[in-house]
């Protein structure tokens, strides 16, 4: 690589990489519209598979649903159903901290703002006092507050929904 040794070379350089960027950005943008326009060509095609995909995932989703309680197919509180295609699976979603029926943000934000336990007030955002639900849930993870003192102050953890899900195996990996 040859080193510049004048502001005129570093001048030329700039030109010449000033050219280059703008036939860069020329290529670049012929090339999406090109993509784009394949893309376009294909849409019709491949909508008609994303709604067979959407229908059939939803059938089989209902199916593990009505079926979660089989002790064939998922013994022993198993979570997930290994076929030749693919996987079924239940997780659980993450649990949440929510206010307790008939309580209202503004009081709880009182609550924790004139609390004498400086726990409870670091559970607001400041400088305008907004309650922070990552940080009431992260000091219940550590065991720093319980059940007990959450509904003192009027939120809850609520645990999240169990939901199915479908994970297909490629198709090469059971076709083999």
């Known amino acids: 690589m040859k080193k510049l040794n004048s502001i005129a070379e570093v001048e030329s350089a700039m030109n010449t990489m000033q050219r280059a960027k703008a036939n860069l950005d020329k290529k670049t943008a012929e090339a999406n519209s090109k993509i784009a326009t394949v893309r376009d060509a294909y849409t019709d095609e491949t909508a008609t598979f994303e709604e067979e995909v959407k229908r059939l995932e939803s059938q089989i989703i209902e199916w593990a649903e ?3 309680s089989d002790a064939e197919l998922f013994p022993n509180g ?5 076929l030749q295609a693919g996987t079924i699976s239940f997780r659980k979603g993450a649990a949440k901290v929510v206010l307790r029926k008939k309580k ?18 670091s559970f607001l955002s400041q400088p305008d006092p907004q309650l922070d639900k990552s940080a009431v849930k992260e000091a219940y993870d550590e065991g720093e507050i319980s059940d007990e003192d959450l509904a003192t102050i009027g939120l809850q953890i609520e645990e999240g929904e169990e939901t199915p899900s479908v994970r297909l195996k ?6 083999s």
């Open 66 to 68: 009505n079926n979660r």
């Open 78 to 82: 198993k979570k997930s159903l290994e």
């Open 104 to 121: 209202k943000l503004a009081d709880i934000i009182d609550f924790l703002n004139s609390s004498r336990k400086e726990l409870f007030k």
């Open 170 to 175: 490629e198709l090469a990996d059971y076709r």
